[in-house]
Structure formats: C-alpha cells, structure tokens
C-alpha cells in the first residue's frame, strides 16, 4: 500500500439486487437535517406558517417535475410519486404541523420535525415489513420539505453524468425514478430492506444494491472507489488494487451465471421424472408485471393491494382498484393472477384514513377481519376484483383466516357483491377461483375442514413461522429464533398440503421461504405445486428443480421431519443440496 493511500473500509449489509458494481463514489446527502427546539415572538408565527407552507408548495412542484418525466402513469415510480404528492397535503402531517407552529409559536423546522417524528414513529410500530418501510416515505418527503425550508438546494440524480455508484441514507422514489434515466452503476444505503421500495426498483432495474448498511454514509469519506457486491451484501469504500481485481473477476462469473440462467426463463418448471410446478411471482404494482413474465413467472401468486390504501386520506375508489387488477390481468391474460384481499387495518390505517371513530385500533383487528367489520372498504374492492375477471385468469384470495366460520362470512360477502353485479348487468367470471391463505396455526390445524370450502391454498410462511414460534421476527432480541426449518413448520407444511391434496386442490407457497433456493428443494418433496417469489429469484429456483427428482426429494423430505431441532435440518439439507447441485452457491 503506498504511503498516504486511504485504508479500505468493508461494510456488511443486506443484499437487495444481485450483481456487483465497481466505480467511482457519489455521495447523495438524503440525511434529515437536525433541528433544533425553537420559537419565534408571537408576532413573527404568520411568516413561519407561510415559509412552511412555501416549502411544501416547492416540494410539491419537485416532485410533479420529477413525476411528469416518469412515461408510464401505471408505472411504480409513478405511483409512489404520487403517494408522496398525497403525503404532501395530508391532514396529518401538514395541518398539524401548522397547528403546532400556532399553538406553541415554534419555529417552522422544529414544528415540522416534531409532527414528522411522531408520524415515523407510528409506521416504526407496524409489524408488517412492507409497511414498516413506507414510513421511509414520510422520512423522504421530510427532507425534501425542511432542505426547501432551509433554502438548500435538493441533490438530485438526474444532475449525474458519469458512472457513479451512490452512497446515501436512503433513496426516494424520486431519486430511484430518476435512476431509470442516470448512469448509476449501483447503490448502497444506510437503512432499508428487501422489502423497501429502494430494494425493490433496483431489482426491477437489475443493478447492483445493498441496503441496511449501518454506518456507510459515515465510512463513505469521499471514497475515490467503491464496490458494491449485491449478492452477499458487502459493500467497499477505496478497495485495494488486489481487491478491485478480485471483484472484477467476480463481476465477469457473476455475468456468466446470469446469462446461464436467462434460458431457464422460457423453460417449464418440470422436475427430471415428470412432476410439473408452477413458478409464479409476488408483486406490488403493475410495473413488475413485465419484470415477472420476462423471468419466466407462470402468473401473479401473489398480487398486494395494499399500496393503493397508503397514505392518502380518502378511501381508493372502485375504478381505482379496477384499473389497476384489469391492468395486471391483461398483462397475464394466459396464466393466473392472484389478488388478495387488503391485509391492513387496525394501528396501520390510523394516520392515513379517516374511518369510523368507533373503529378498534387493537392489533387483532386487520386483515379480513378488518374488512368484514369495514365492508363499505372491502366491498368495493370485491367488486373490482370480480369486474377484472373477464380480463385474464384473475384468482381472488383472503389473508389471515382463521377458520371455516370467518370463511364463510367472507364468501357470503362476496355472494352478495356477486348479485350486485348481476342486478347490474355487470360482467365478471362466475367460475373465479377463490382460495386463502394459510398463515395462522389455526387454519393449518383445520387445513381438512377449510379445504373443502375453497379451491385452493397459498401457505403464508411469514406470518406462519412467526405466530407459530412465538416470536416478533423485527425484534433484534428474539428474530434469531424465527426458523423456516423449525420441525413444527416444516410438519405444518405437510400437513396442509396433505388436506389440500386429499381435496383436490392445489397447494401454494408465497412467503420468503418460497423464493429462497436453499429451500426448494425440501418444498418440493413436502408436495407443494406452485411457489411465488419476488421475479428475480424464478430463473435459479426453476433450474434447481428441473435438475430434481420429485419422487427422491418426497423421501429425503420424509427424512428431514425425523430431525428433533432446525439445526439438524439445516445440516441434513445443506449436504443433500451441495451434492446434489455443486455449482449452486447456497
């Protein structure tokens, strides 16, 4: 090392988008600026509420110029673009920051920051991942808005010229809809997930990315070169030449796999003896459409709705729901598509709509029970999904049933928007298939019983594992014991796909465990027929099945449920895969 050069930093992260990236740093300031508690003279509270509402109005104007440059209306970064216009003149975040500055005579910034730290502070509480991240969103629009109160130029991607890799707090929907058109070679961030939309663009892009760096915008130090290794998650502020080299070379095998992969994309998910799956994908927004059938998926498994109801204050109209299923359903008019029901409610909608005073915010209340109690929301949903129907092979699927009661009070639901339509002259597919997922002990214990009320089954192993072990997976101090290989999940599995088969119906995954090479493996010979998973991961998952023999992956599965503890299992699986598929890297 020559005398002078700055050591090389490694930062270990979570790998969001494969591949690695090798250029020169960019730093993109996305931290919130600090206040600090302060007041003004009662005489001075008019022009605080004026510069904050100025500041709004010039975020506002950003992000339209931005959005207006987004081609695709029904695009994702056109709608949490608009998710963030929303934000910008919601009650909740705007009004009480005004009230705040009257109330208290505080200084603009400070108001604001204190409105905004509450409101993160309530989407901190949500347990659901997904929605844990949009409060990310308000983080976003925060900056935006106290950069303008400070007079402060926003920096902004679409000012990059050369191949850069970003180093930044986080990422925006305005940053990342500006990569679209940029030469950023990769990313890395302090905070996120894989289910952050940051994570989920760059996926969708296919550029390198690691989000939950901790401390990386602090190691950045204006670093002349940084790495970005998407695939375990390590990212590298002025490596050494050595070290360049090593990537570079990793970079080149890493091309290599991913172009040996692009052939199984059009191939059948067909194992070496005859058994056919169905690979299908997860996703949030029509855009991923097009990502998903270019990976080979054979439909949607698993459609969320539930951006459609963040953020705003009023309650998404049937033709917005419409629009948006019929989209999706023409997209994959030859394979299925899978549209759950909402699954929020309770804590999750308490900042965003303005729902009956009466409503419980308790944490049981979400979901289909929401829905069942709220039917002037779920009803209208229904209704848009059955009128979208006609347009493709739509399936229709509620979240957290518990048991044949509560199915059957949702189907009676659904019987009654069904005469609605008919009384209308509306069309819509009278043969829809209606299925749930299997996500709470409960239902996997009742699995027989519910599988003669539906016709089909989607198994929700996230919120299954968690509710099972008894345990908070976003709590650091016991997410160490959330185990996909936990001997009463993997029997649970069997279980419900021996119900769903003795009825003669189909049985899916859809959560993580579904998309996670490492698994599939087992869950082929635990009998599940189809397995949704974020679209990147099909191609890998495909060609480990088809290099598999059902009728030997059904023995080896019976062989792992003998095992007492996940440890055990985990051992006996990974020496089975290893041998059996050497050039995967599990």
């Known amino acids: 090392m020559t005398e002078g050069r700055v050591k090389m930093r490694i930062l270990k992260g979570i790998p969001a988008s494969g591949g690695i990236a090798i250029g020169k ?55 949490i673009l608009s998710v963030h216009l929303a934000l910008l003149e919601d009650s909740m975040l705007i009004e009480q920051t005004v009230r705040t500055i009257r109330e208290n005579q505080f200084a603009a910034d400070w108001a604001f920051n204190k409105v905004l730290q509450n409101l993160m502070e309530t989407f901190h509480r949500i347990e659901d991942p997904y929605l844990r991240e949009r409060g990310h969103d308000l983080r976003q629009i925060g900056h935006r808005v106290l950069e303008n ?73 204006s670093a002349e070169t940084v790495i970005v290794d998407g695939e375990e998650g390590v ?57 998903a059938l270019r990976s ?37 008019v030859r394979h299925p598509v899978t549209i759950r029901t909402l699954d929020l409610g309770g804590d999750k909608f308490a900042s965003q709509l303005e729902l009956a005073e009466e409503m419980n915010p308790a944490m049981g209340l979400r979901a289909i029970r929401f829905c069942l109690k709220e039917k002037e929301i779920f009803k209208p949903q229904l209704r848009a999904i059955l009128r979208a129907s006609t347009y493709g092979k739509v399936r229709l699927m509620f979240p957290m049933i518990s048991g044949v009661g509560e199915l059957r009070e949702a189907m009676a639901v659904v019987e009654e928007v069904r005469g609605e339509l008919r009384r209308r002259r509306i069309p819509y597919d009278k043969e829809m298939p209606i299925g749930i997922m299997i996500e709470i002990p409960a239902a996997a214990i009742v699995a027989d019983l519910l599988a003669r009320e539906v016709e089909f089954f989607s198994i929700g192993t996230n919120d299954l594992i968690q509710y099972s072990l008894a345990i908070d997976r976003v709590n650091e101090h016991v997410s160490y014991l959330y185990e996909p290989l936990h001997p009463a999940i993997l029997r649970m599995i069997r279980r419900v796909v021996e119900a769903g088969h003795d009825a003669g119906i189909p049985v899916a995954m859809c959560g993580e465990m579904a998309g996670e090479p490492f698994y599939s493996y087992a869950l082929l010979g635990l009998g599940l027929d189809e397995l949704s998973m974020s679209a990147a991961g099909i191609p890998r998952v495909k060609r480990i099945l088809r290099n598999s023999v059902a009728y030997e992956a059904k023995e080896f599965a019976g062989s792992l449920l003998l095992h007492a503890t996940a440890d055990e299992i985990g051992r006996a699986l990974r020496k089975k895969v290893e041998d059996l598929f050497p050039d995967e890297r599990f």
């Open 235 to 291: 990212v590298v502020f002025d490596p050494t030449e050595e070290t360049v080299r090593e990537y570079q070379a990793r970079r080149k095998a890493y091309a290599q796999r991913t172009r040996g992969l692009a052939k199984f994309a059009r191939l059948p998910t067909v194992t070496r003896d005859g058994k056919t799956l169905l690979l299908l994908a997860n996703i949030e927004f029509p855009e991923e459409a097009d990502v």
């Open 25 to 79: 740093g960019f730093f993109l300031n996305r931290v919130l600026p600090r206040s600090v508690r302060s007041t003004v003279g009662r005489d001075q509270v008019d022009e605080e509420v004026a510069s904050f509402l100025r500041a709004v109005g010039r975020s506002r104007e950003q992000i339209l110029h931005i959005r207006d440059g987004v081609a695709d209306p029904y695009s994702e970064h056109h709608q």
């Open 296 to 332: 080979g998926a054979d439909g949607v498994g698993l459609y969320r709705t539930e951006f459609l109801f963040l953020n705003r204050k009023d309650i998404p109209s049937e033709e917005e729901h419409f629009e948006t299923y019929r989209m999706v359903a023409e997209k994959f």
């Open 149 to 221: 109160l400070a007079g402060r130029p926003v920096d902004s991607v679409a000012a990059i010229r050369d191949p850069v890799v970003i180093v930044a707090h986080d990422l925006s929907p305005a940053d990342t809809a500006q990569i679209l058109k940029s030469p950023v070679l990769g990313f890395a961030t302090d905070v996120g997930s894989r289910t952050s939309h940051t994570a989920i663009t760059a996926r969708s892009l296919g550029i390198p990315a690691v989000v939950g760096v901790e401390g990386a915008t602090e190691e950045y130090r």
